[in-house]
């Protein structure tokens, strides 16, 4: 009932940044006016511990103790093909999903650099999905209503919780990481001037005419959209994250709006929103699915057209590793394949 109250009155209640506490760690001067969604009040900025902040820490967390337990899981134990085999369903899933996104999202576009660059990439894609997920939970109305059985100020736990992806600053970091990826990679891999020479495509080396007249126009504008591009990747993960709990909380305001009219009305409309919420909460959970793949899937693509193409020498490469590649000699080589016939 708290939901829905809260819904009714500001569906935005559920997607802006709550402090939770009620004296600031620290104050700066900034000057200006009041901002009261960035904490600016009389021209001090006060730094809180919001909610969305305290979610970004405990996504960050869980990430780390549920690999710590997969990797337990995974590591090899015993004798025989069972050491190999990962225990537990948990641990099966995960892997498997690892195994998707290194083998179908990062080996098709980095080639030969995937097994260099993969954690960097798993640490993207779970941390935004553990994210995403948490927000689906409603951690502030479990707190308040264990709260209210203790004491009648409670309401404040209402806010304990949310969805930290839909805070534009943590999606503004999360794209400045993966501009700093594409920059850092494209340079270890090729060189630096390797690197800012591909932003010019037509080149250095030509007529002033051409190199100078077109090549600095080019070059600006390459520079300009991969930044457009990281910025895109904020704003999406920002927007969608962020539509989806105001649809909920808008639906959820239909109930009140009927009930003004006719408590009859009411009632009908409470059990379509009923069924219409527990459909879009589906939705909302593949929608942090998805959202997390698209962000990992095209801060992969950045980075390989920078790195992967001048990685690769102009050679073709196999998609598996190396070591990979060795293994599977090994297991395919002649002598080894008669002596196990023979024996």
């Known amino acids: 009932m708290n939901l829905i109250f809260a819904s009714a009155d500001d569906p935005l209640s559920h997607v802006v940044p709550h402090a939770l506490h009620e004296e600031p760690l620290f104050t700066i001067p900034v000057g200006g006016g009041d901002i009261p969604a960035l904490f600016i009040k009389d021209g001090q900025y006060s730094f809180y511990i919001t909610n969305h902040l305290a979610m970004t820490f405990f996504a960050a967390l869980a990430v780390i103790l549920v690999f710590a337990y997969v990797a337990m899981k995974v590591r090899v134990k ?116 390797a690197f800012f020479s591909h932003f010019n495509p037509v080149g250095w080396d030509g007529p002033p005419a051409m190199s100078l007249g077109l090549g600095i126009p080019l070059y600006i504008l390459e520079w300009v959209g991969l930044i457009i ?32 009219v006719s408590h009859l009305l009411g009632y009908g409309v409470e059990l379509a929103v009923i069924v219409g919420c527990i459909a879009l909460m589906m939705l909302e959970l593949f929608i942090c699915l998805l959202q997390a793949f698209i962000f990992t899937f095209l801060t992969v693509l950045f980075i390989s057209t920078t790195a992967a193409d001048h990685g690769d020498h102009g050679d073709h490469h196999d998609p598996m590793s190396d070591e990979s590649q060795m293994d599977l000699d090994k297991l395919t080589d002649p002598s080894r394949l008669a002596g196990l016939a023979s024996s």
């Not at 591009?229 to 808008?250: P, Y």
Request: one cysteine or more.
């Open 229 to 260: 591009k990281c910025v895109v990747l904020a704003m999406r993960l920002f927007g969608t994250m962020m539509a989806g709990h105001l649809v909920v909380a808008a639906i959820v305001g239909l109930v009140f709006t009927a009930a003004s």
């Open 78 to 193: 015993g004798e025989g093909l069972e050491a190999y085999q990962t225990k537990g369903r948990l641990a099966q899933l995960f892997e498997t999903v690892c195994w998707f996104i290194r083998d179908e999202v990062a080996r098709p576009n980095l080639h030969g650099l995937t097994d260099k660059y993969i954690p960097y990439i798993w640490t993207v894609f779970f941390f935004i999905l553990f994210a995403n997920v948490l927000g689906l939970v409603p951690f502030g109305y479990a707190f308040q209503l264990a709260g209210s059985i203790w004491t009648d100020h409670a309401d404040h736990y209402s806010h304990w919780g949310g969805t930290a992806t839909s805070n534009l600053s943590l999606n503004v970091m999360l794209a400045l990481c993966s501009f700093i990826a594409v920059v850092f990679i494209g340079i270890r891999e090729t060189s630096a001037k």
